[in-house]
């Protein structure tokens, strides 16, 4: 009983151990079962998708810079990794922004290969 | 002497906000794309229903896992607004459309909220650089060009 316990506790905490870019995108990449493809994911990231906001609305044609929110105008750090040290280190959290942000772009959530794509894409970025 | 530091105080009293130190939580969360609005800012009833309705949160989705949303709405529920300034419920809940709102603001054109380094009256931290904290303090304001 005890352990069952434990492995729900685990199921419960490992989505917010700390992992790094490379990692995540293994795991997207895996769960898409397609390699993932970075000039595929500079597309997606900087076109239009139906709705007026791109993922570059935001976050920047080349995100090695900061952004800015189209309606707030708040101040978005670099989305790439090299730019910043915190991104895509913690899975719960990027999961989170995916579900809003491919919301907002798309109307529908992201598939895991589109998730790959763009941070393959991402993690080229100096 | 004592009844004029007294009104003195409460004048300067009237323009800061700042209430308790914010939920860690809600400063992350709701800091994210804009600044993290001091809760005495909205009414109770307005918070609850921007809590509920967040995939489309003024035209975004700012969705929350459910123990989050409810960390933060049990939060917002304490110490959001009461009294006299939350009695008017402002429409859309939106705080820049409060009464209060309008009426402190009552002088700013619009020519002057299109700016582009303003662009939006939600922007609070273009002309008040203290916003984060809950310092609106009128001799603190500075608008930008």
Known sequence: MRNALFSILL?????????????????????????ADA???????????????????????TPVTPGRHANTQ???????????????????KVEKWFRRNCNDVLDRACTPAEKADVLAWLITLR | MLSLWLGHSALAWADSYRGPKPLPLYTEECG???LAYP??????????????GLDHHFGSNASLDPKTRQAIDTWLQAYGGEGK??????????????????RKHRRVAKATWARPSIQSPANCAACHPD??????????VSIPQ
């Not at chain 2, 916003?131 to 603190?140: K, N, P, V």
């Open chain 1, 39 to 61: 000039q595929r994911g500079q597309q997606f990231f900087q076109n239009q998708h139906g709705k007026s906001w791109s993922c570059a609305t935001c976050h920047g044609q």
């Open chain 2, 85 to 102: 300034r939350a009695r008017n419920v402002p429409p859309d809940d939106r705080i820049t459309r409060a009464s209060w709102f309008e």
């Open chain 2, 32 to 34: 994210s794309c804009h």
């Open chain 2, 131 to 140: 916003a984060a904290a809950g310092d609106f303090e009128d001799d603190d």
């Open chain 1, 11 to 35: 199921i419960g905490v490992a989505p917010s151990w700390a992992a790094t870019p490379a990692e995540l995108l293994a795991d997207y990449t895996a769960q898409a079962g397609q390699p």
């Open chain 2, 39 to 52: 809760a005495q800012l909205l009414p109770k009833a307005s918070w609850h229903r921007l809590l509920m």
């Open chain 1, 74 to 92: 708040k101040t978005i750090e670099p989305l790439a990794p090299a730019a910043h040290p915190r991104r895509f280190t913690q899975a719960s």
